[in-house]
């Protein structure tokens, strides 16, 4: 699976899925993009994306939330790798649209409070002052939200863990990385046996439901 | 002025688990039969297992009038009520039996007799003193042959305990006796289930594979379940669930006698100057139409069957049809199904896949089957323990387990991956009492988009239920610990409130006496003698059960009864 060429696409890759001895095939080859993105996954940033509905300022500060909630670390890739902050931007042209303004103030309030507190926007902040930042985002206890800080944080978490755990179809979960992580072995038509059994094989299969058209889509 | 159709024999408002159920033996028989649905047919394109979507709330496609006229609810009459969120059911053919969890169970013969048995075994100051449980006017022996006709006619899955008094040991040892097996074995085991079944064994409890209305082998044209984890809110893309969408609602429609009108938004019952049914009134793509008919059967949920008989006020009936003696709403009560119990295991479940229908059950503290002679409450639970675990849902509802600190970060990751596939909840359905001061009625400030009041809970849970649920905490937690879970939480807290619930009961409560009765032990009203009520608003006891199969076996009854007496009732 290629993984260089995404910002034009408006929907992720398809493994082409004809028989399921190629399906096999499909799952080896797409383990070996893992192994690759998790390599480089540090080296994936938000200037790779261009975002459809936020600016790329207020792209790159949601990128950064979202690597901080879910870290890439010695457990292996995480929201920023999964794109998250893709799965919202996008989702914040079609199906979160309602959300729109309360992003657009509130990754703004998080850069003056992190202008105020530390001297520069929440982006270039080191690890450990974003940290902070979130923490006390969460705590209710940064000034300049529209409503508190603690709700928008609530938000800001709860779409970056279906950005890091939903069907990569919504733009997120890219590679299968959020899957891989909690050891889901993926969205299936039918569920063989074994995969009930402790002792069973478990492999993920690395699909989206939608790589099948038995399906109405749902909305991006 | 509605538009005037063509009169039909039977009309039943509602096309889902239980009108589904009773048009086919009605159109069997010969009778002319017209389904009125509020939403429209699913397909299985429509059942995408894909949690995200079924999570916002796009799912089900079609219009959900439901949504319109959701409950509000409060404990007491000091309270104001509270509007509600979301309702609980969903409308299309075959209505929740789409997305329901498709257990199938059959009560306890017990739970039909509550009031005698009680006082056969304990004495009658063991019963609560402000609840109106009454003993059921028929027993668990009548309606099984209703049982078993919804059991073939629908296809359920499971081991039967007890074939014409022989106990079968690997079915549950306690269930009523029933005439035949049930037409297909049990769902798969998983490993988990194993595990469960022989802790339970090894603490000399008695557990069994649950039944499911959930082919487990082809069945009636039908394929077997394909076990892929988005059953409970999600419907069958294979059809193996056994929704009345892909049952008896289309083998009734071969007939040539049923037909389904979707779509329609029921809006009153009508009556004549005698206090006889003569029809539903119903919109459809904005204009008014009236469905008359010789008898009009109330086939919604509970709350709908409560609120359309309040609705259809008349000169006959001027305070709601069917409820010149005032019992319309009376006695509710919702099943106490939450404050379960939760378990951590030191290594994986492999739970991911599965359906809520698949899992291992104990009745050993259910009903009266163990002895309440030094205990303050009576009934019980059912404990329950099941597979089906969604990545979303399972990082949203990982619990800190003894851990301390923030819901995100490096830390909070780890913990993730290691106890996300580690959890288990348990399902422990409690014998819930209806009370005095427990009722619904029309809510004087929240409106329809029609401009109808919706329903208004007033209900709250009683002794008897705080009573019981610690005791059932601690049985599932000596199960989990048997089975080598490190930890279990749960205290069998109950809250107050009895709210808006997928297991409401009673508001037309099944009785002989007319005064205190909505209607007769057949479901027909005992004031409009041609209005048949369906499902759990006629159910008198909750058990520790699912309600639809029982719900589905008295809407055969009634179905069957009303087939069989034509010419009196018509």
């Known amino acids: 699976m290629d993984t260089g060429n995404e910002k034009d696409e408006t929907r992720l890759p398809r493994i082409p899925q004809p028989d399921l001895v190629s399906r096999r095939t499909a799952i080896k080859t797409a383990g070996v993009a893992i192994s690759a993105v998790a390599v480089s996954g540090s080296a994936l940033s938000a200037q790779s994306e261009t975002p459809v509905t936020l600016t790329p300022a207020e792209y790159a500060t949601l990128d950064a939330v979202a690597a901080r909630l879910i870290p890439s670390d010695a457990n292996g890739p995480g929201a920023r790798e999964a794109r998250a902050a893709r799965f919202i931007d996008r989702g914040l042209g079609g199906a979160l649209r309602d959300a729109l303004d309360q992003y657009r103030s509130g990754l703004a309030a998080l850069d003056v409070f992190s202008n105020t507190a530390y001297g520069t926007g929440f982006a270039a902040l080191s690890e450990t002052d974003q940290d902070a930042v979130l923490e006390a985002v969460q705590d209710n206890e940064a000034s300049g939200f529209d409503e508190n800080s603690g709700q928008f944080f609530n938000m800001v978490r709860g779409h970056v863990i279906q950005g890091t755990f939903s069907d990569p179809f919504y733009g997120g979960n890219d590679n299968f990385v959020g899957w891989d992580m909690i050891g889901y072995p993926g969205v299936r038509t039918a569920v063989p046996a074994q995969y009930q059994q402790m002792d069973g094989e478990h492999t993920p299969n690395h699909v989206s439901v939608y790589d099948s058209t038995m399906f109405d889509e749902g909305e991006l | ?570």
């Open chain 2, 1 to 570: 002025m509605a538009r005037q159709l063509n009169p039909t024999d039977v009309v039943i408002v509602g096309a889902g688990a239980v009108g589904g159920v009773a048009a086919l033996p009605l159109a069997e028989a010969g009778l002319r039969v017209i389904g009125l649905e509020a939403g429209s047919w699913l397909s299985t394109r429509d059942m995408a297992p894909d949690e995200l979507k079924l999570n916002r709330g796009l799912w089900p496609p079609g219009p959900q009038k439901v949504n319109g006229e959701i409950s509000t609810s409060r404990a007491n009459e000091s309270q104001t009520a509270n509007p509600g969120f979301n309702h609980p059911m969903m409308n299309a053919v075959g209505g929740t039996s789409n997305h329901y969890m498709a257990q199938a169970w059959r009560l306890n013969p017990w739970d039909f007799r509550v009031v005698s048995a009680t006082r056969e075994r304990y004495g009658g100051g063991r019963l609560p003193d402000d609840s109106t449980v009454e003993d059921w006017p028929i027993s668990y022996d009548e309606l099984e042959p209703f049982y078993d006709a919804v059991e073939y006619g629908i296809g359920v899955s499971g081991r039967a305990g007890n074939v014409d008094g022989r106990i079968d040991p690997d079915g549950n040892v306690f269930e009523g006796r029933r005439a035949r097996e049930y037409p297909m074995p049990g769902l798969r085991m998983t490993s988990f289930m194993e595990r469960m079944r022989d802790a339970a064994r090894s603490l000399d409890w008695n557990p069994f594979l649950a039944p499911a209305a959930i082919a487990s082998e082809p069945y009636a044209g039908r394929p077997a379940c394909v076990y892929h984890g988005y059953c409970l809110g999600g419907g069958c893309h294979v059809n193996a669930k056994s929704s009345t969408s892909v049952t008896t609602i289309p083998r009734a429609a071969a007939t040539g006698q049923y037909e389904v009108v979707t779509e329609a938004h029921a809006t009153r019952i009508r009556t004549d100057g005698d206090g006889r049914v003569t029809g539903v009134t119903y919109i459809r793509n904005g204009e008014e139409l009236f469905q008359p008919a010789d008898v009009v059967l109330l086939g919604c949920y509970t709350y709908e069957n409560v609120r359309l008989l309040l609705l259809s006020t008349s000169p006959a009936y001027p305070n709601g049809l069917a409820n010149n003696a005032r019992q319309v709403g009376r006695h509710y009560f919702s099943h106490l199904q939450f404050g379960g119990a939760g378990a951590l295991f030191p290594f994986d479940l492999e739970n991911w896949y599965g359906t809520p229908g698949q899992g291992i059950c104990l009745d050993n503290w259910a009903d009266d089957n163990f002895d309440h002679g030094d205990l303050d409450f009576i009934g019980g639970g059912s404990l329950y323990v099941y597979t089906e675990r969604r990545p979303m849902a399972a990082v949203n509802g990982l619990g800190p387990w003894g851990r301390e600190g923030r819901n995100w970060g490096s830390d909070w990751k780890a913990h993730l991956i290691r106890n996300v596939d580690r959890t288990n909840s348990a399902y422990i359905q409690r014998t819930t009492l209806p009370y005095e001061g427990n009722y619904l009625d029309l809510d004087p400030a929240q409106m329809d988009p029609l401009g109808d009041p919706v329903i208004r809970i007033t209900a709250s849970y009683r002794k008897n239920e705080r009573r019981m649920s610690p005791f059932l905490v601690d049985k599932m937690r000596q199960w989990y610990l048997e089975a080598g879970a490190i930890q279990v939480t749960g205290t069998g807290n109950v809250g107050n409130a009895m709210g808006l619930s997928t297991h409401a009961y009673w508001g037309t409560r099944m009785g002989d006496n007319p005064n205190t009765n909505v209607v007769d032990r057949f479901g027909f009203s005992h004031e409009a003698p041609n209005l048949g009520i369906l499902g759990g608003s006629v159910m008198g006891t909750s058990g520790a059960r699912n309600p639809t199969l029982t719900a589905q076996a008295l809407a055969w009854r009634t179905a069957a009864h009303l087939a069989e007496n034509w010419d009196s009732i018509a």
